[in-house]
């Protein structure tokens, strides 16, 4: 009998201890990230879903794009969503009307949306590369620009930027919302729009097949004005913060595993990593600048700057935006809390 039961013990054993690892196992929880427009400006967010770094925080994180501003931070606000990867703009918008969304990890820490003129349009205007930024500006007259959605950040950046050099919109330089990527580049091809304004590799594209030129590259810093901006971060409502505190900690490491990959990983590997993505809608060389161009874009800290907020707030103030605001407190659209 005992021989029986010490054949059976070991079986029993590993039985055990299967469960145990099991049950230690953290259950996937399904949750929604929205974010504007499919493209890099959420770069860590790809790299976390191709590396499986939500997964190992217990998360199935389903990523819904909306084809430009303004749903993506509707949907979290209204409980659709838990969290959203978005432009600053779009939360300083939401405190406007009384409505928050709180930053815990920021994903970049540098504009890198761009402005592409088609080579055409630049001709006839006399636009050349390496021409002052402001001369270019000037020069765009009668021109139609090209943004995602009215009230975008691609908006406020081409309504800042031409006001800047004393153009008047519409009178000067007419400005159309032609959706995402998968719009605004064909609209450009077909010459709807002589400039188009949205975040790489985008404007990357256009360039590889020498349809364009820069008319603005912030990435590069051409814009001195923008240096630190509230260019994407990871947001979700005070409600959630309170209520799930653990649920935003498991995002805010998954998330932060990303942004110290990105930091030790080399732009090649990183541009493999990027290809399920984009390869077929992007040249390999195309992606790979856009890529280098993103990676020192990356906040390696996760914290958000009062230079940032104060950049990106005094933009759209100037703008005309922001009307019920005064001022706005680096603690009004952020927390460093799950970073700890």
């Known amino acids: ?96 009307s009384g409505k928050r969304a709180i930053g815990f990890v920021d994903l970049l820490r540098r504009n890198i949306i761009g402005m592409v003129i088609h080579k055409d349009a630049a001709k006839k205007a006399g636009i050349k590369d390496g021409m002052p930024l402001m001369d270019k500006v000037k020069r765009a007259k009668g021109l139609k620009v090209g943004v995602t959605r009215p009230g975008a950040l691609t908006d406020v950046l081409a309504r800042n930027l031409l006001g800047r050099a004393g153009m008047k919109v519409p009178a000067d330089v007419r400005i159309l919302a032609v959706g995402g990527g998968g719009t605004m580049l064909p609209a450009f091809k077909n010459r709807k729009i002589d400039i188009f304004t949205i975040s790489t590799p985008h404007p990357e594209r256009m360039l590889s097949q020498g349809l364009g030129i820069w008319f603005v590259n912030w990435a590069a810093g051409e814009d001195k004005a923008i240096k630190e901006f509230m260019m994407t971060a990871v947001m979700a409502t005070p409600k959630l913060m309170k209520e799930r505190p653990k649920l935003v900690k498991r995002m805010a490491r998954a998330v932060m595993k990303s942004q110290n990959y990105i930091q030790k990983t080399s732009i090649d590997q990183l541009t493999k990593d990027m290809t399920p993505f984009f390869g077929k809608r992007v040249t390999p060389e195309a992606l790979r600048i856009s890529v280098a161009t993103v990676k020192g874009a990356v906040n390696p800290t996760g914290v958000m700057t009062d230079e940032a907020v104060q950049t990106t707030f005094n933009i759209m103030k100037s703008g005309g935006k922001l009307k019920n605001l005064k001022s706005v407190k680096r603690s009004d659209v952020w927390t460093d809390d799950f970073l700890k």
């Open 1 to 96: 009998m005992w021989r029986k039961w010490i054949r059976i013990l070991p079986v029993i054993a590993a039985l055990a201890l299967s469960l145990t690892l099991t049950s230690a196992a953290p259950a996937a929880e399904k949750v929604i990230l929205t974010q504007p427009v499919d493209s890099l400006s959420f770069f860590p967010i790809y790299v976390g879903r191709i590396k499986g770094f939500f997964k190992e925080e217990g998360l199935e994180l389903d990523v819904k794009a909306t084809a430009g501003g303004g749903p993506h931070l509707t949907a979290v606000l209204a409980g659709k969503a838990e969290f959203t990867a978005s432009p600053g703009t779009y939360q300083l918008n939401a405190l406007n």
